[in-house]
T-cell receptor, first 118, second 110 residues
Framework: DAGVIQSPRHEVTEMGQEVTLRCKPI?????LFWYRQTMMRGLELLIYFNNNVPIDDSGMPEDRFSAKMPNASFSTLKIQPSEPRDSAVYFC????????????????FGPGTRLLVL | EDQVTQSPEALRLQEGESSSLNCSYT??????LFWYRQDPGKGPEFLFTLYSAGEEKEKERLKATLTKKESFLHITAPKPEDSATYLCAVQLTGFQKLVFGTGTRLLVSP
């Protein structure tokens, strides 16, 4: 299994530009999560999907952020326009659903996209 | 408010010097507690899941334990390759999302 795949691994852009981050979850997983990690705030959940449907986007910082999951094997996180304070590492994670085993479900993380907005 | 607190923030050990990391939580209902390891420039790597108070899990030099208010990650005779940030996260009853602590940065010197 290839694990969760994210691209690009590094992104440097200028303030005001549009940024698109991509994620391919582990095959068969029906939950997908987007996180942001900074030194100041640690790992924060932005949004998560179940069967391609957004369930909770309360962590999305503002309207400049949007996320989509057009199918079970692909998701995007878009920032438009980008700002320097968006600089962070963005992680995608995936897991099985709650009902599959009856227990807490492990989330498996991708390698992250390191974003720098100048 | 659901909260997860890890201590210490940073820990420096000599190779072979055993110690413990703490994760305390105040949540409305615990479905499970997770430990992850994160190396610089990489994503968190799953270590353990603990479901209920009294449970213990072991993997090589690591042992995780759970009580009703906290979890410990015990590191026995650590090696330099155990150096990493260790993250604790809780999953709440009825929810899929995780609430993470801010982590403990562990450095093991040879």
């Amino acid at each position: 299994d290839a694990g969760v795949i994210q691209s690009p691994r590094h992104e440097v852009t200028e303030m005001g530009q549009e940024v698109t981050l991509r994620c391919k979850p582990i095959s068969g997983h029906d939950y997908l999560f987007w996180y942001r990690q900074t030194m100041m705030r640690g790992l924060e959940l932005l949004i998560y999907f179940n069967n391609n449907v957004p369930i909770d986007d309360s962590g999305m910082p503002e309207d400049r952020f949007s996320a989509k999951m057009p199918n079970a094997s692909f998701s995007t996180l878009k920032i438009q326009p980008s700002e320097p304070r968006d600089s962070a590492v963005y992680f995608c994670a995936s897991s099985w659903g709650l009902s599959r085993t009856g227990g807490p479900e492990t989330q498996y993380f991708g390698p992250g996209t390191r974003l720098l907005v100048l | 408010e659901d909260q997860v607190t890890q201590s210490p923030e940073a820990l420096r050990l000599q190779e072979g010097e055993s110690s413990s990391l703490n994760c305390s939580y105040t949540v409305s209902g615990l479905r499970g507690l997770f430990w992850y390891r994160q190396d610089p420039g990489k994503g968190p790597e799953f270590l353990f899941t603990l479901y209920s108070a009294g449970e213990e899990k072991e993997k090589e030099r690591l042992k995780a334990t759970l009580t009703k208010k906290e979890s410990f990650l015990h590191i026995t005779a650590p090696k330099p390759e155990d150096s990493a940030t260790y993250l604790c996260a809780v999953q709440l009853t009825g929810f899929q999302k995780l609430v993470f602590g801010t982590g403990t940065r562990l450095l093991v010197s040879p």
